[in-house]
């Protein structure tokens, strides 16, 4: 086992969440779960992170801010969907600028469900996740890390719902609505 | 002649727990204009009533804000209610407000926590959110949610909270009431918490008025209204109800109202709890809005008014659902107090108005 496992810091970015999962991750870091004690400590600094806790769903605004936060991060790094919506899009799945989860716009590597994911769950996924960032470490370490595969970022043009188009669909709607008028 | 910078705030900033924009136009340290950019948490939620029908929606209107989702659920099923012309079992109203407060009082305990954190009090930070545990942990014991409670529904609530129950609720809150009185103490008379928060953003009564503020935003600038005050649902019961204001309007007021709005919440509570009556809690729903009905409601969430709008088109699934949030009113009178303040003071100031960014956009 290596430093870097010992102490890891993570930074929080709340894509397209309710809320629900966001003060979930704060209540891990405060008296009652404390994961501060462990040397977890929040930080608002990219560059210093090790764990990308996202929650949410991405939409077209923010896809390129997680993104970007993710490419500011150094490896080894690790990336924690937080919450059903970050997993999948959740409730929001159908909504017309719900993207999907974060995994369209990042690489994720462990998903923790839940609406809202529960603390001891959020604590769960971070021990899970140090496993894999001691294993990415070893592995830059011998020189054998091979790049994150980075999807193409979708837009909502490219939003499909029972296989059909969002845009087009609503354009249609509209349409519609301008005839009958 | 100083030179002006736009100087971008967020989406990711450590102060904000969610995303919101500010494009901070300033001269040497001094803000002359803040312009807010928002979108970044947009779902399109209100679209999906056409694919959820009215009684599935509650689940989705709970999910619109985390920290008010209470509020929202309740403030959804009033809005149908009054479209379909269903008469709520009074034990269901009570225990609606119940636990509409005690989502108040956890509300209000998390952003006394999150200001702390604001002005650099790392320990009063820590201790806010120890102390609104014991309030998750109610939350918790009688809906088996921390923080999405899914308690309510259209026609009444989900689940009974025995007397017996309600009775241990009071002692918890009375528990409570000690270790927050002393928090209250730090908060109110500590000398470098005045220090920080004392002249700091402040809006006068004519400008909270003219930007249309709600909440105790406004009630720190001297306007006292809280739709509680109106009495709907169980509100009606109590013996009296005064809406707390405060005259300075700065940074100091708004976190004494807010301050004192938990101890009011814990007495409505403690009230409510003794004046409950036995009953049915669930009205059983059947049919469908009319064709062409329309609603409104308005409830007092913890950052303040809002307004609910349903329509109906004859079908389970409603034509129209629609949520005017506070954070969207008191946007207008965040970006005032920002002008003319210190860089330093941006982030206390945009976290004195309690935004929450979630219910501005959902």
């Not at chain 1, 890390?145 to 490219?158: F, Q, R, V």
């Not at chain 2, 407000?97 to 509300?107: D, G, P, T």
């Not at chain 2, 003794?274 to 329309?294: H, L, T």
């Amino acid at each position: 086992m290596s430093s870097t496992i010992k102490s890891p810091w993570l930074i929080h970015y709340d894509a397209s969440s309710c809320n629900g999962c966001d003060i979930e991750v704060l209540a891990c870091l405060t008296p009652m779960y404390d994961v501060e004690r462990f040397g977890i400590i929040n930080t608002g600094n990219p560059k210093h992170a090790d764990i990308f806790l996202v929650t949410g769903s991405v939409n077209e605004r923010n896809i390129s801010v997680v993104r970007q936060i993710y490419e500011q991060m150094l490896e080894p790094k690790v990336v924690i969907a937080c919450g059903i919506c970050a997993c999948s899009g959740g409730i929001f799945k159908e909504c017309y600028n719900t993207l999907g989860g974060v995994d369209v716009a990042i690489p994720v590597d462990v998903y923790a469900p839940g609406c809202a994911v529960r603390p001891e769950a959020i604590i769960d996924a971070v021990v899970c996740g140090l496993g894999v960032l001691e294993e990415k470490r070893a592995a830059l370490a011998a020189g054998e890390l091979p790049p994150a595969e980075l999807p193409e970022l979708p837009t909502a043009a490219d939003k499909q719902l029972d296989g059909v188009s969002v845009r087009d669909a609503a354009a249609a709607e509209l349409h519609a609505e301008i005839r009958d008028e | 002649m100083s030179q002006r910078t736009i100087i971008p705030f967020g989406p990711q900033h450590p102060v904000l727990p969610e995303p919101m924009h500010l494009d901070l136009v300033i001269e040497d340290e001094r803000v002359v204009e803040a312009i807010p950019q928002v979108g970044f948490i947009h779902r399109g939620l209100e679209k999906l009533v056409t694919k959820k029908d009215y009684t599935q929606f509650v689940l989705v209107t709970e999910r619109i804000c985390g920290i008010c989702s209470f509020g929202h659920s309740l403030g959804y099923s009033e809005t149908v209610e009054a479209l379909m012309g269903i008469e709520v079992p009074p034990r269901a109203e009570f225990l609606r407000v119940i636990w509409h407060e005690l989502s108040r009082i956890h509300s209000h305990i998390l952003w006394m926590g999150l200001l702390a954190d604001g002005f650099g009090y790392e320990n009063l930070f820590m201790q806010c959110w120890r102390l609104r545990e014991q309030v998750l942990d109610i939350l918790e014991a009688t809906t088996g949610g921390r923080v999405i409670l899914t308690a309510c529904n259209v026609g009444g609530v989900e689940q009974d909270i025995e007397n017996g129950e309600l009775n241990g609720i009071c002692q918890t809150l009375d528990g409570l009431r000690g270790e927050y009185n002393q928090l209250l103490k730090t908060f109110l008379k500590d000398k470098s918490v005045r220090h920080r928060l004392v002249g700091v953003g402040y809006l006068s009564e004519a400008d909270a008025r003219a930007a249309g503020t709600v909440g105790p935003f406004a009630r720190a600038s001297n306007i006292p209204e809280d739709i509680r005050s109106l009495g709907f649902g169980a509100y009606a019961a109590l013996s009296g109800f005064e809406p707390i204001t405060s005259k300075d309007g700065d940074g100091y007021a708004r976190c004494e109202v807010r301050a004192l709005e938990v101890l009011q919440s814990i007495d409505i509570i403690k009230e409510l709890a003794e004046k409950i009556p036995d009953g049915a809690i669930n009205q059983k729903v059947k049919g469908a809005p009319e064709d062409g009905s329309y609603a409104v409601s308005r409830l007092e969430q913890p950052r303040g008014e809002c307004f609910y709008f349903a329509k109906g088109n004859g079908t389970k699934f409603l034509e129209r659902f629609r949520i005017r949030t506070p954070t969207s009113q008191n946007i207008p009178g965040m970006v005032q107090t920002l002008q003319g303040c210190d860089l330093a003071d941006v982030p206390l100031n945009v976290l004195t108005i309690d935004p929450c960014i979630s219910c501005t956009e959902r």
